[in-house]
């Protein structure tokens, strides 16, 4: 069972990984990363084992971006329908690419937004549910 720690860490290195592979393994790439003030929203509810676990808190994680863009656009997000996991998302930041992590037709309570270079991901925000 993940703590509400782990479950934060895990927002955090789902942006910060994928970075320092495309870039060899260098550190220096994730200096930009970090988790931002948890934000209030929609009530979100998700299994866990065997119990449901629910709450209004959202978690939201950055790479090279600013919390204020990545936490505006998150709230235009989670109010919406997803069209399923991996779904596209219109209305993200210019240049970004945005995908939802909810099943099909929950509200979207997590997802990430990446923008590429070169096929390297050179900024990103993700967020989730915050488990505390």
Do not use: D, E
Not at 29 to 50: D, E, M, N, Y
Not at 64 to 82: E, Q, T
Not at 102 to 121: E, N, V, Y
Request: hydrophobic fraction near 40%; proline fraction near 5%.
């Amino acid at each position: 069972m993940r703590t509400p720690l782990t479950a934060s860490l895990a927002v955090a290195l789902a942006l910060v990984a994928p970075i320092a592979y495309a870039a060899g393994g260098a550190p220096s790439r994730a200096a930009g990363a970090k988790l931002c003030k948890a934000i209030s929203g929609p009530r979100w509810s998700v299994a866990r084992g065997h119990q449901t676990v629910s709450g209004r808190r959202y978690q939201v994680g950055v790479l090279n971006v600013s919390c204020s863009l990545a936490i505006r656009h998150v709230k235009k997000f989670y109010g919406r329908r997803s069209t399923g996991a991996k779904g596209l998302l219109s209305g993200g930041p210019s240049g970004y690419v945005c995908r939802s992590a909810a099943p099909k037709g929950l509200k979207i309570f997590q997802g990430t937004c990446k923008r590429r270079t070169g096929g390297t991901t050179v900024a990103a925000f993700a967020w989730s549910p915050k488990l505390s």
